[in-house]
């Protein structure tokens, strides 16, 4: 009797252990693993419409990495900012749904984006990072995304996922295997898309709102694969323009740097910088130019983010002004 009591005790144990919730600065997390130290976001309690989550969060004299954010973790709290740390690589259902988010910038280390992650926001511009392999239902639906660039790290589109924003253009990765109902639909003034894939996934009829407003650019001699696939009725299909533009090719290809007070962009290759918004670290816009070098009078040191549309997509930078 003593053992099975105390057999009980060591799994309940155990069971507290990996379920175990805390919080620490309005933010509530869930212990998932002891080793390595892990923990999941779970609730965000606090009033600030700006939140910084840590990479690491210390609790019982345990440092533990914070690996996901977790479903309805920033539910409806009317964040205008969010910094996530480069230690998460899973973005949970509804995990910042109804907000007024107006930029994000998604981590490397991401390799999930789940439904609804970010509906209902006011997103102008989202780099996806070139480790994520699932977009989800719904996933930036609502936003007022221009132009969106899809990595070939990507797999799966969901249903919606970038439905109702402001699209005028979109690259979809060569890896892509599969594209939800709706995916792209809602967006009135969506103009141009590239493929890269010579052998593409199949397109659903209601993909996009109108494909005779829409020029398709696809790889040199992939015609025959689009057509069977159903991507039929495009305004134009140019074959030989679609390259394999990644978030990374822009990334590497945009040198951004301060000298006397003043941003400086540069570009190489085939990028054309169309415009450039900078945001506070704290998400607030401060300028919005097509120029490429930008005075930065009157600004307090401390870190910024440019926002910066290319003609082959958005990427934004970190850069600092100090003295």
């Given amino acids: 009797m003593k053992k099975a009591i105390f057999l009980t005790f060591v799994l309940l144990s155990i069971s507290l252990g990996y379920s175990q919730t805390f919080t620490v600065n309005s933010i509530e ?3 998932t693993s002891t080793s390595p130290a892990e923990v999941t976001v779970t609730d965000y309690t606090g009033n600030s419409a700006t939140v910084n989550i840590p990479a690491t969060v210390d609790h019982q004299s345990i440092t533990y990495s914070v690996t996901i954010i977790g479903d309805f973790a920033f539910y409806d709290n009317s964040l205008t900012s969010v910094t996530i740390p480069d230690s998460v690589t899973f973005i949970g259902d509804f995990a910042f749904y109804v907000n007024s988010l107006t930029f994000v910038t998604i981590p490397d280390s991401v390799t999930v984006i789940g439904n609804f992650a970010f509906e209902s926001n006011s997103l102008t511009s989202v780099t996806i990072p070139n480790r994520v392999t699932f ?22 589109i969901g249903d919606g996922a970038f439905e ?8 979809i990765g060569e890896g892509v295997t599969s594209i939800g109902n709706g995916a792209f639909r809602e967006n009135a003034d969506l103009v141009a898309v590239t493929s890269s894939s010579t052998d593409p996934p199949s397109l659903p009829s209601d993909a996009f709102d109108d494909n005779s407003t829409i020029d398709l650019c696809i790889p040199s001699g992939a015609t025959a694969n689009y057509t069977a696939k159903s991507w039929i009725g495009f305004n134009s299909v140019n074959e030989g323009c679609a390259l394999s533009i990644t978030t990374e090719f822009i990334e590497k290809n945009i040198r951004v740097y301060v000298a006397s007070n003043k941003l400086y962009l540069h570009t190489s290759n085939s990028l054309d910088i169309e415009a450039v918004e900078l945001f506070s670290i704290h998400g607030i816009s401060i300028v919005s130019t097509k120029e490429t070098t930008i005075k930065l009078n009157g600004l307090a040191q401390g870190m910024y983010i440019a926002i910066i549309k290319t003609n082959e997509g958005v990427v934004s930078k970190k850069f600092v002004l100090g003295n």
């Fill in 29 to 31: 997390y869930q212990v």
């Fill in 135 to 156: 977009i989800g239902t719904l996933a930036f639906s609502d936003n007022s995304l221009t132009s969106v660039i899809i990595p070939n790290s990507v797999t799966f």
């Fill in 164 to 171: 109702s924003n402001s699209l005028t253009s979109i690259t």
